[in-house]
């Protein structure tokens, strides 16, 4: 299917996805076996796993009255921004109210009231008689950046929290806030979310989150509600941006976490996003400009920061991808790793005939290894070393030169690729310590997993050596130029991350793979993804 994707909006490239993951759902089972895969399967999201979920860890009221009673050292002041603009009453009063019980009193309710001529939400709003909500009218309603920021000038809080006007927080949400401040020096905090249905009865979706991902962040606003951050930084960058209207939280969270390392992440759904015919929670195609802001936020972000990168939209409304311009051409020596030449020379010329046909890039050199061989440190005359096992058939073109490209970047200490088995399904997509198979594995190809987690370019704990980018200067400190350590690929992770680097999952880099299951060395240690792993267990 040779159609040029490079230019395509995102709509188009959603129409033309369809189409690749339906032949690719008929390469992967047959016509038959296709048809049957899809009729079978559920039309509507099963819902109970979650609901009984909540059932099980639900807060009761001792518990709640326990929270109130608590005695924290620091007990700083949270301003809840929320822009209102003609909201339906009943959203409205909702939101209010989740606020107004939470089991944290150290708040402010800062409400920027765009419709003041709405009597309804005015009479609501004096019934209320709380003197912790804030209110400031703006006459004119120039945009929800503009409007949000009249909320911020009346915050006097130490840490400022974003609120939709139609969503809800859990009423815990703020005592776990204060939780951390108090066990942690911490700039900004984020929670784990889900949808809520416009009446307000039932929970679905939800979002278990890792832990901070700035690749993922580049690619998606993963981080999204709930979102607090220290006052002081929040004027530092000037607040939000009118020209972003419409993605102003993306890239108020990008510029935030941009600007300190000290982000920590709450594994528990403390945001309710309500679901409705006018929110984007359940029509994520009702605000397309919104998109379009989001891709600038993150182009004008790399740009600041010193990237020449381009950002492409993918096929799904909101979801992006990164592509770095080379900072150099630098030599990158290949390393196809075979365990018995003589029995695999088939399977080796079909390897290096791919690499030869899609790398897209020229400066380079090939060699071969046998595994768990260990190579001669004068052997390795080039800046970095790409590994690829002779079961690979690579099938993306440009590869190297985007691999290249990400590995130059300062903060990469490894690249790894998306790889697929014959039958259409997911080999590899990245590793989650804590799990003894590789991130997705065996999920079709043609289906997407949870938020697309499995075609989104992202930092992982580790990637599969099977094919695999790193330094020279890293490979020789990790490995000792022993290459049977590539075997451990979460150890090789652990001591990338030691040295204070990350390692990139990247999909848009694609191949093919003979082997039929992968084989982690197991490990104690879990990773950024544990606590939202852990939860999805425990639905099940």
């Not at 130059?408 to 200490?413: A, K, L, M, P, S």
């Not at 088995?421 to 799990?435: M, Q, S, V």
């Not at 880099?509 to 299951?517: D, F, G, W």
Request: aromatic share 12%; net charge positive.
């Amino acid at each position: 299917m040779k159609i040029r994707t490079n230019k395509m909006g995102w709509k188009n490239k959603r129409r033309y996805n369809k189409l690749k993951r339906c032949y690719y759902g008929v390469k992967g089972c047959g016509i038959k076996g296709f048809i049957s895969y899809m009729k079978d399967k559920p039309r509507i999201q099963d819902n109970s796993a979650y609901m009984e979920w909540r059932t099980r860890f639900k807060l009761d009221l001792n518990e709640l009255e326990r929270q109130k009673n608590e005695e924290f050292v620091q007990k700083p002041l949270i301003s809840i921004l929320v822009p209102v603009y003609n909201t339906k009453p009943n959203f409205f009063e909702d939101m209010i109210e989740s606020v107004r019980k939470q089991t944290y009193g150290n708040w402010e309710l800062c409400i920027a009231n765009a419709s003041p001529s709405n009597k309804v939400l005015s009479e609501i709003l004096e019934k209320k008689n709380d003197s912790r909500i804030k209110v400031i009218d703006v006459v004119n309603n120039e945009g929800i950046a503009q409007n949000t920021n009249a909320a911020l000038e009346i915050a006097t809080g130490d840490y400022i929290g974003l609120l939709d006007h139609d969503d809800t927080l859990a009423e815990n949400a703020l005592f776990e806030i204060v939780k951390l401040v108090n066990q942690k020096n911490v700039d900004v905090i984020y929670t784990d979310e889900d949808k809520m249905s416009w009446d307000g009865k039932e929970y679905f979706e939800p979002h278990f989150k890792s832990d901070m991902n700035q690749d993922l962040l580049y690619s998606n606003n993963y981080i999204c509600h709930f979102f607090v951050v220290k006052r002081k930084i929040a004027k530092e960058i000037g607040g939000f941006r009118e020209k972003y209207n419409g993605a102003q939280d993306y890239d108020f969270i990008l510029r935030c976490t941009n600007r300190t390392k000290k982000v920590e992440h709450i594994a528990k759904p403390l945001y309710h996003w309500r679901s409705h015919k006018d929110s984007t929670a359940e029509n994520p195609e009702s605000k397309q400009y919104a998109y379009e802001a989001g891709k600038r936020a993150i182009e004008d972000l790399l740009q600041e920061n010193g990237k020449e990168a381009i950002v492409e939209d993918t096929e799904n409304p909101g979801f992006y991808h990164v592509k770095y311009k080379l900072k150099n051409n630098d030599k990158v020596l290949i390393i196809v790793i075979y365990q018995d030449r003589d029995n695999e020379k088939r399977q080796i010329k079909k390897c290096i005939r791919s690499i030869k046909k899609t790398a897209g890039y020229s400066n380079y050199e090939i060699v071969f290894m046998q595994k768990n061989s260990k190579i001669v440190p004068t052997e390795l005359k080039a800046k970095y070393l790409m590994f690829i096992d002779s079961t690979i058939e690579v099938i993306s073109k440009g590869w190297l030169y985007e691999m290249l490209a990400i590995i130059q970047q300062e903060y990469v200490g490894a690249v790894g690729a998306k790889i697929y088995k014959r039958n259409e399904t997911i080999y590899h997509a990245g590793i989650i310590l804590g799990k003894d198979t590789y991130a997705f594995e065996n999920q079709p190809r043609w289906e997407y997993a949870e938020f697309h987690r499995d075609s989104l370019m992202q930092d992982m704990s580790a990637v599969s050596s099977d094919m695999m980018i790193i330094s020279r200067e890293d490979f020789q400190e990790i490995t000792d130029g022993d290459f049977q350590k590539l075997n451990d690929e979460g150890e090789i992770g652990k001591k990338i991350y030691a040295k204070g680097k990350k390692v990139v999952y990247n999909p848009n880099i694609e191949a093919y793979t003979i082997k039929n299951k992968s084989c982690l060395i197991k490990t104690e240690d879990v990773d950024m993804y544990y606590e939202s792993l852990k939860n999805r267990i425990v639905m099940r």
